[in-house]
Nanobody, 115 residues
């Protein structure tokens, strides 16, 4: 079955960096769109970054130039490198796989940016 397991969240000071990883299994990882979303308290879940099977990437305006999404097809992982973190980046971050017939989500990992 499809499984997505996120890791790498935590507490970081403003201006700091974190790298999130999502380990995928149960499907042909290299063939599908993978994305990172986030949801802050009281807000809707929003797209942060996405990477297609071709390697094409897309970012939310709020993270452009600070976050980088990349995938490792040998390890079936998709990662999100987050630099210059701001308090407004605080949220639960989710990994998503778009398999066409439905989306699959990970359980989420908390990122807190605070001094």
């Amino acid at each position: 079955q499809v499984q997505l397991v996120e890791s790498g969240g935590g507490l970081v000071q403003p201006g700091g960096s974190l790298r999130l990883s999502c380990a995928a299994s149960g499907f042909a990882f290299s063939s599908y769109l993978m994305s990172w979303y986030r949801q802050a308290p009281g807000k809707e879940r929003e797209l942060v970054a996405a990477i297609a099977s071709t390697g094409y990437t897309n970012y939310a305006d709020s993270v452009k130039g600070r976050f980088t999404i990349f995938r490792n097809t040998a390890k079936n992982t998709v990662s999100l490198q987050m630099n210059s973190l701001k308090p407004e980046d605080t949220a639960v971050y989710y990994c998503k796989a778009d398999l066409g017939y439905r989306d699959f989500w990970g359980q989420g990992t908390q990122v807190t940016v605070s001094s």
